[in-house]
C-alpha cells in the first residue's frame, strides 16, 4: 500500500514536535514555542481523524479536509 498524504503530514508534523518538546525539555521555548506546540496537538488530532477515517475505506483528501470549519486558530 502506498504511504499516503496524510501519512506523510502527519510524519512530518510529528517531527516537528517532537523537536519542540525536546527543546521544551530544556526549558528553550517561549510562548510562540509553546501556542506551536498546541496548534500542532490540534493539527495532529485532525489529521489522525483523517487517516482513520481513509483507513476505514472513506475518500479523504488532505487539502479539502485538513482543516476543520471549527478550527479556533484561524
Known amino acids: ?39 500542532l496537538d490540534h493539527d495532529l488530532r485532525v489529521l489522525w481523524d483523517l487517516r482513520r477515517r481513509e483507513l476505514a475505506g472513506e475518500r479523504v483528501n488532505l487539502e479539502e479536509d485538513y482543516l476543520d470549519r471549527y478550527d479556533r486558530y484561524t
Do not use: D, F, N, T
Open 1 to 39: 500500500m502506498a504511504e499516503s498524504a496524510i501519512l506523510r503530514k502527519i510524519q512530518e508534523l510529528s517531527g516537528e514536535r517532537e523537536r519542540l518538546v525536546g527543546e521544551e525539555g530544556r526549558h528553550r521555548i517561549g510562548p510562540e514555542g509553546h501556542a506551536r506546540l498546541e496548534r
